[in-house]
């Protein structure tokens, strides 16, 4: 009997090998492609695929206050939108998690946060691990610190804060301004950034939705909606894996807080 179960599990695998080879052959999961000979079925079947992640046991405690990206999706992106060696800028960069990912990637990242106590947490992280590259970080706000940008770079990501429950008019942190002012802040920072992109590169904003006193806002919809001077080619959908019974604060709608989305731009 065991020999059956033995076969057919051997059977079984062969099958699951065969399938991932062939999705490799035809682009579906090789996230290691150079972007320029990417054809339109590679792209399009990344883009319509969400993809299901299963956070780390700190992101789960963590992502309602700070909104941490899962490990696994950071990665996707960062695979499929650059190379080795690419000259990469983090806008949002925070304490620093999506530097120190692009650093142990081997890209060469430069970083825009202006909280200082974040930069510092980043920079004592980085001394803590001799295998991480330091990158340069531009202490100021993002929208200024773009507009003052000469450098070109091969993929440029954005992870604004996420929009909080505040609604203040002249908040030091981005996530507590209005709606409107918090989409045209995110939107002004992208199109800000139409020349500091190479020709044939990507700039990825990752967001989430938001709920607010029986409202829905779809946020990532809303600023791509609102970015003219760079095309949009699309959005791609993360799923978290999360038992909501485990989130802390339940009253929160739950699309909100299993799903964030990649929005894909190029000039």
């Not at 599990?9 to 320029?36: M, V």
């Not at 206050?65 to 690419?86: C, Q, T, V, W």
């Not at 531009?138 to 992870?159: G, N, P, T």
């Not at 989130?247 to 000039?267: D, E, G, R």
Request: with cysteine; proline share 3%; hydrophobic share 40%.
């Amino acid at each position: 009997m065991s020999d059956i179960l033995d076969t057919e599990r051997q059977e079984t695998l062969a099958k699951e090998h065969e399938s991932l080879q062939k999705q490799k052959i035809e682009g579906f999961q090789e996230y290691s492609n150079d972007l320029n000979s990417l054809n339109s079925k590679q792209f399009a079947k990344f883009l319509v695929t969400s993809s299901q992640v299963k956070p780390f046991m700190r992101d789960l405690k963590n992502f309602m206050r700070d909104g941490i990206k899962p490990y696994h999706a950071l990665k996707e992106i960062i695979d499929f939108f650059s190379n080795e060696g690419d000259l990469v800028l983090d806008v949002f960069s925070g304490s620093g998690e999506n530097l120190k990912m692009l650093s142990d990637m081997n890209r060469v990242c430069t970083g825009i946060e202006k909280d200082v106590k974040k930069v510092e947490a980043y920079k004592n992280s980085v001394l803590e691990d001799s295998f991480l590259e330091e990158a340069v970080i531009i202490e100021k706000d993002a929208l200024q610190a773009v507009s003052e940008l000469s450098a070109k770079y091969d993929f440029i990501l954005l992870d604004p804060p996420v929009k909080t429950q505040k609604s203040e008019l002249k908040a030091e942190n981005i996530g507590d301004l209005p709606i409107l002012e918090y989409i045209l802040y995110i939107k002004n920072v992208i199109e800000s950034l139409k020349d500091n992109l190479n020709n044939g590169k990507y700039l990825v904003c990752l967001m989430q939705d938001f709920y607010f006193k029986g409202e829905y806002y779809m946020l990532p919809a809303l600023v791509a909606s609102e970015v003219k001077s760079l095309k949009f080619k699309g959005i791609k959908i993360y799923s978290r894996q999360l038992d909501i019974n485990n989130i802390p604060n339940k009253k929160v709608y739950a699309p909100v807080q299993n799903h964030f989305y990649a929005l894909i731009f190029t000039i």
